[in-house]
Nanobody, 111 residues
Framework: QVQLVESGGGLVQPGGSLRLSCVAS???????MGWYRQAPGKQRDMVAI???????NYADSVKGRFTISRDNAKNTVDLQMNSLKPEDTAVYYC??????WGQGTQVTVSS
């Protein structure tokens, strides 16, 4: 089993920045970690993922604005979000491997 705890969400004005963090604990070896988001009435979509070796993949909508990073020794994954837009408003979820999800953290971009 893997437990994931996210932090760092909140309210920010358009153009602002936020940093999300996720800490993983448990007995399973973690290969891929990532961030997903779900806006009201929409499906949950991938934002960014990172492999244990550091390979990354981003949704087109966040390329150039968001950066994902991880610390394998600490089992953490962060998402630095810059130049935030109102359409980035969603609940952001941390994911580990293909099975494990965090509880989600709300990000609201509004003036």
């Amino acid at each position: 089993q893997v437990q994931l705890v996210e932090s760092g969400g909140g309210l920010v004005q358009p153009g602002g920045s936020l940093r999300l963090s996720c800490v993983a604990s448990g007995s399973r070896f973690i290969y891929t970690m990532g961030w997903y988001r779900q806006a009201p009435g929409k499906q949950r979509d991938m934002v960014a993922i990172i492999t244990r070796g550091g390979n990354t993949n981003y949704a087109d909508s966040v390329k150039g604005r968001f950066t994902i990073s991880r610390d394998n020794a600490k089992n953490t994954v962060d998402l630095q979000m810059n130049s935030l837009k109102p359409e980035d408003t969603a609940v952001y979820y941390c994911k580990a491997n293909s099975d494990y999800w965090g509880q989600g953290t709300q990000v609201t971009v509004s003036s």
